[in-house]
């Protein structure tokens, strides 16, 4: 039985993750930890856990690995603490707010010889998995272009600040679809464009819209919306889509869309009710594996430094108002 | 007042049928392929010719309509405007901004109407979208979001597969998207395009264009010549208390063909008829611009500035850099 904490419940998916070590037979969630005491009280008692407001006290428990979901800032000392004590990790994406702060996670993961992985629960969705077998079978050929989207509604709370957010809707909601694309066709990212801004009235001193250009090895182009453009009313969270354009065809893929349409008139709403595959739970069940294997969760730090590579990229082309290269 | 269609292949048709549905007479039917002339003249009893120049001068004559391949707008629009002839010319109005100033020039000294048919102003569903936003339901709009496209059109002798010819599907197609955006929405401050067609001379294009408007709205536009079947047209708008789409894949009507044999899979083909094809409403739109009334809801600046936003986008395309329109 892995022993597994949830280092901060800041994060949304936390309450995700934590319900997914409690259903998995070879896991438990026996402590949380908090900066938020009412907040991580509240986990606490929901999840059946023992709540921590000493941080050491909760790294020292005997747990064997954790599950990191602070403001994205906190990220890097979350996980410098948890290597030190030994543990296993699994951190949130954006695995760090810059590319020096993901270095050094990685760094001192490494030196303690614990495993760190990236939460980029796309790789478990079972739609971008056939999407990832297809393409690597060769069904689509070469792939010459990519056009991506991942909107959603505006999160609000810390999100909405770029101090503990690091960036706004373009860091957001870029990290994943960077992620699914490396992974999917096998090449890194070289170069990036962004415009974005704060255009949609969202209450937040970032940016809540990007449109993000890229370029990957072997010349694949990309575009990409990043975005809390959902209306309040929309029927969803938002989405994650990608149309891939080969030599041998095209395939688009709207990986969150099988669903159904639910019309209430008690809250006079529309909206979505998904019945597709748990990705969030391939994502644990993947973590407590490599926890008890000790080796490395599939999706690696590595894996999530790329990512903010990308992000950290695209803010510095809004900055300069050129294309720039991934590795400045 | 008569009509002398100038190309007479699939748009050439296709215009023929809106000004004849106008009351207008086709009187001439010219292609540089006399068979394509006269299979069209034959339909409305008119006269086919192959001299484009004698089509041009005919007294008989008031309206030419320019429906030939893009790079041959140029010169028949100097042609037909020094024959003091009301002008039609299908989209774009010339295949460089350089050859639009001349042929504008021409059309002003000239003083005759020429009408250059950015259609999408006339579909319904884009102008709901644009009199929608325009309401305030939405809020203010910040983002848009539109997608264009289908399979690689051919053309006579290839003509749309010849980037030199067409200018891919940044020229050819998302240039509706430039128009309408400009349209609804103002002018357009940079713009930064990534394309296919240019590195790879295959049979197809995918271009991905971001517009930064002077507003500071974000458009991000995708104009595909890269899917083997199909047409399909997407439009979002974003704004600061809601949402707008549109998805012609929605249609009311799906028509699927059964098929027999093993020949070629079977495919849907959507249908969604209005009371008036917005071909015909540019049409009319032209006619009583014509007549002295307003300006037409098109203008030839327009369109220039329309090609104008599409030749920074081929630029962007070819340096990897954003344009300052
Ligand atoms: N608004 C729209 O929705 C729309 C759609 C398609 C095409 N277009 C535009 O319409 C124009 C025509 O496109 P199309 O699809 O009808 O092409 P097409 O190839 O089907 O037809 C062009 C015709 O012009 C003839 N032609 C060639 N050179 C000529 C010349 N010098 N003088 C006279 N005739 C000549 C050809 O023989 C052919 O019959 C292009 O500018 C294109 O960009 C607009």
Known sequence: MMKIGVMSFAHMHAYSYAACLNDLPKATLPAVWDDDPKRGKAAAKRFDAAYFSDLHRFLYSGLDGVIVCSENVKHRKMVEAAAKAGLWILCEKPLAVTVADARAMIAACKKAGVGLGTAFPCRFAPTLIEVHDRVRAGELGEIYAASCTNNGKFPGGWFADEKQAGGGATMDHTVHVADALRWITGKEFVKVYCEKGRLLGRDTNSDDVGSVHMEMDGGTIVSHVASWNRAKSFPTWGDVTIELIGEKGVLHVDAFSQKLDVYCDKTMRHEWASWGGNADMGLVRDFVEAVRARHAPSVTGEDGLRAVEVTEAAYRSAETGKMVSVRA | ?325
């Not at chain 2, 008989?60 to 037909?80: F, M, R």
């Not at chain 2, 990534?194 to 517009?211: F, G, H, K, S």
Request: proline fraction near 5%; hydrophobic fraction near 45%.
């Open chain 2, 1 to 325: 007042m008569n009509v002398a269609i100038v190309g007479c292949g699939a748009m050439g048709q296709l215009h023929a049928q809106m000004a004849s549905n106008c009351g207008l007479r086709i009187a001439v039917c010219a292609d540089a392929v006399k068979a394509r002339a006269s299979a069209l003249a034959k339909i409305h009893g008119a006269v086919a010719v192959a001299d484009i120049d004698a089509a041009l001068a005919r007294k008989d004559v008031d309206i030419v309509a320019l429906t030939s391949p893009t790079p041959t707008h140029a010169k028949l629009i100097v042609a037909a405007a020094k024959a003091g002839k009301a002008i039609f010319c299908e989209k774009p109005i010339t295949r460089t901004v350089a050859e639009g100033r001349t042929a504008l020039t021409a059309v002003q000294k000239a003083g005759v109407p020429l009408f250059v048919g950015h259609v999408v102003r006339y579909f319904q569903e884009f102008e709901a979208l644009r009199l929608q936003a325009q309401s305030g339901v939405i809020g203010h709009v910040g983002f848009i979001k539109t997608f264009r496209g289908g399979m690689c059109p051919v053309g006579s002798a290839g003509w749309f597969r010849d980037f030199a010819k067409s200018g891919g599907a940044v020229l050819d197609l998302l240039i509706h998207d430039f128009d309408w955006i400009r349209y609804a929405f103002g002018d357009i401050e940079r713009v930064f395009c990534q394309n296919l067609m240019r590195e790879r001379p295959t049979i197809m294009d995918y271009a991905m264009v971001t517009l930064t408007l002077k507003s500071g709205v974000i458009a991000q536009t995708i104009g595909s010549w890269a899917h083997p079947e199909g047409f399909r047209v997407k439009a979002e708008l974003c704004g600061t208390d809601g949402m707008l789409t549109y998805d012609s894949a929605e249609a009311p009507i799906a028509v699927m063909p059964r098929q027999h044999g093993k020949k070629s899979p079977n495919t849907i083909v959507p249908s969604s008829p209005v009371d008036k094809s917005p071909y015909q409403l540019e049409w009319e739109d032209f006619i009583a611009h014509i007549g002295g009334h307003a300006p037409a809801r098109v203008t030839p600046e327009d369109a220039l500035a329309a090609l104008h936003i599409a030749e920074c986008a081929l630029k962007s395309a070819k340096t990897g850099a954003p344009v300052t329109v």
